[in-house]
């Protein structure tokens, strides 16, 4: 059975530094690999989807990288912003006997603190 | 864009009643959607697989008598908690799944905002 563990829980960094979150998931066999953000008590929002074909994506200040043979995923935020404050969630889609419409197997997340 | 929706944001019922959360892909069609379930300080966890005109998949222990899901529309999904109880106080999010038009596992779920229940 997948599992996805998130490294560190929780983190507090002051405002401009760069930081790198983890993710690391038991089976190697996945289609993709997404990373999530999340307010407190509202739903999620997409921030990068690694395939399993690829090593990373980028969308402005953040980089996602995806090591499948090592079954690790780094999220890496740079110059970190006050509104950047929330829970990180990793999340892959396993390569399994549901076929082609498996859901995400999540991570319990990390939660992020931009000290301003 | 692709949005997702769902209806309530938040509702709270008695202990013994029903209710119905709405899921909706606005602006595209979804033969798939999903439904999982947050407690407070934990993650996602999938409750069931949502197919348009079929029986839903359930994960393994996910009552499936309690939780009844219809997909009865390529843009909606409804999840009914029945006979509620305070232990089925949670959070409840939905995805969607696009169509495409190839043959692709690859593909992007889409979340919506989620609905917390609240089982007194």
């Known amino acids: 059975k997948q599992e996805v563990t998130q490294i560190p829980a929780a983190l507090s960094v002051p405002e401009g530094e760069n930081l790198v979150l983890n993710c690391s998931f038991t089976d190697s066999a996945i289609y993709n690999l997404q990373w999530f953000r999340q307010d407190p008590g509202k739903g999620l929002t997409s921030l990068l989807l690694?395939?399993?074909?690829?090593r990373e994506q980028t969308s402005g200040r953040l980089n996602a990288s995806l090591d499948k043979s090592s079954g690790r995923s780094t999220l890496y935020i740079a110059a970190s912003q006050p509104g950047d404050s929330a829970t990180y969630l990793c999340?892959?889609?396993?390569?399994?006997?549901?076929?082609?419409?498996?859901?995400?197997?999540f991570g319990k997340g990390t939660h992020l603190i931009i000290q301003p | 864009g692709a949005v997702v929706s769902q209806h309530p944001s938040w509702v709270i019922c008695k202990s013994g009643t029903s209710v119905k959360i709405e899921c909706r892909s606005l602006?595209?069609?979804?033969?798939?959607m999903f439904w999982y379930r947050q407690f407070p300080k934990q993650s996602l966890m999938l409750m069931a697989t949502?197919?348009?005109?079929?029986?839903?998949?359930?994960e393994q222990g996910v009552e499936k008598d309690k939780f009844l899901i219809n997909h009865a529309s390529l843009t909606l999904s409804t999840l009914t908690v029945t006979s509620a109880h305070p232990e089925d106080s949670s959070f409840y999010i939905c995805?969607?799944?696009?169509?495409?038009?190839?043959?692709?596992?690859?593909?992007?779920?889409?979340f919506g905002p989620g609905t917390r229940l609240t089982v007194t």
């Open positions: 690694i395939q399993s074909s690829q």
């Open positions: 999340a892959v889609r396993p390569r399994g006997s549901g076929g082609g419409a498996d859901g995400l197997t």
């Open positions: 602006d595209f069609q979804a033969t798939t």
């Open positions: 949502s197919n348009e005109g079929s029986k839903a998949t359930y």
């Open positions: 995805s969607a799944r696009r169509d495409r038009a190839y043959l692709d596992f690859s593909y992007e779920q889409y």
